[in-house]
């Protein structure tokens, strides 16, 4: 489990095929420090596992159907990635409770500088509008956010000066894809409000339940 606080910006050394899914190579001195073999590091938001280690780098190898959900197969050498260390008991939860799992891929529409903060502007498929609210906390590549704004599918985000130069944000530009994690709180309330995954409470559903 992640707090969604990013503890060092690092960099894909390299990138490579291995069987049907990629070996990457990280350098990151910073995270390596105190990293084991088998440890979970989240990398742009999507849970790995350390499979290689040196004392500036570590390796991952990422299957396919993490490829599939994310843009980690888009990783190419010197692309800044987004690093968090697994939590340890005695960590203060500053951000809010990030699985690792990602959700789906969506797309920066617009960057709006304004006077102490930037406006971005996200699309994402509009099967997973139910997902998400005003208000409510979203995991933009690992980052811990909180929705502004939405629409059936887009929803604008507030980035402060600091989150902003010290994650993989300062770097992007508008069509780039970021990995999306929905609150899993409000995935959980969803699910046992309305079991048959809907999402949607209508007034046949209310009738069901005796309301």
């Not at 969604?4 to 070996?23: A, K, N, P, Q, Y």
């Not at 350098?27 to 084991?36: E, F, L, M, S, V």
Request: aromatic fraction near 6%; include cysteine.
């Amino acid at each position: 489990m992640f707090t969604g606080l990013i503890e060092e910006v690092g960099s894909v050394i390299s990138s490579r095929s291995s069987g049907g899914g990629v070996r990457l190579v990280v350098r990151a001195p910073h995270i390596c420090k105190g990293t084991q073999l088998g440890d979970s590091i989240n990398i742009n938001g999507a849970c790995q596992t350390v499979v290689e280690i040196t004392t500036d780098t570590f390796s991952v190898d990422t299957v396919e159907e993490t490829l599939k959900k994310t843009n980690l197969g888009s990783f190419k050498s010197g692309t800044p990635v987004n690093l968090e260390r697994a939590l340890l008991p005695a960590s203060r939860m500053g951000g809010h409770f990030v699985l690792g799992h990602i959700d789906t891929v969506g797309k920066i529409l617009s960057l709006r500088q304004l006077q102490s903060s930037i406006l971005i502007k996200i699309s994402f498929d509009i099967s997973f509008a139910k997902y998400i609210i005003p208000v409510g906390s979203i995991a933009v590549d690992g980052i811990s956010l909180t929705v502004a704004e939405t629409t059936d599918d887009n929803f604008t985000v507030a980035i402060i000066p600091h989150t902003y130069k010290n994650t993989n944000l300062v770097s992007k530009n508008v069509g780039d894809g970021v990995n999306l994690e929905f609150d899993v709180l409000g995935k959980y309330v969803l699910n046992s409000i309305n079991p048959r995954g809907s999402g949607k409470i209508t007034e046949d559903w209310l009738k069901e339940m005796g309301f």
